[in-house]
């Protein structure tokens, strides 16, 4: 089994940031790309940032030039450094994992950006 814990999301106003980090526990052989969803209210979930364990890294468009997403591999971490946040950013966000052909999810880190 392997565990994902979020942590780093709260309130913080437009043009701020946030660093979220997602520690994966357990039986975390053969995980490869790891990363970050997010889930506003009334809208699909959607891919915002993914980096393989080679460190290849990848972007929703919109929060290209914001977001950085990086990887400890030693201390099974993938962080989200999220810097001039706008209030379009509110949302749940949701680390994965996957490992071999699952995709395991963490439980959701809330982010509200006001204006």
């Known amino acids: 089994q392997v565990q994902l814990v979020e942590s780093g999301g709260g309130l913080v106003q437009a043009g701020g940031s946030l660093r979220l980090s997602c520690i994966a526990s357990?039986?975390?052989?053969?995980?490869?790309?790891m990363g970050w969803y997010r889930q506003a209210p009334g809208k699909q979930r959607e891919l915002v940032a993914a980096?393989?364990?080679?460190?290849?890294?990848r972007y929703i468009d919109s929060v290209k030039g914001r977001f950085t997403i990086s990887r400890d591999n030693a201390k099974n971490t993938v962080y989200l450094q999220m810097n001039s946040l706008k209030p379009e950013d509110t949302a749940v966000y949701y680390c994965?994992?996957?490992?071999?052909?699952?995709?395991?999810w963490g439980q959701g880190t809330q982010v509200t950006v006001s204006s």
């Open positions: 994965y994992a996957d490992r071999t052909t699952i995709r395991l």
């Open positions: 357990g039986s975390i052989f053969s995980i490869n790309a």
């Open positions: 980096v393989t364990s080679g460190g290849t890294t």
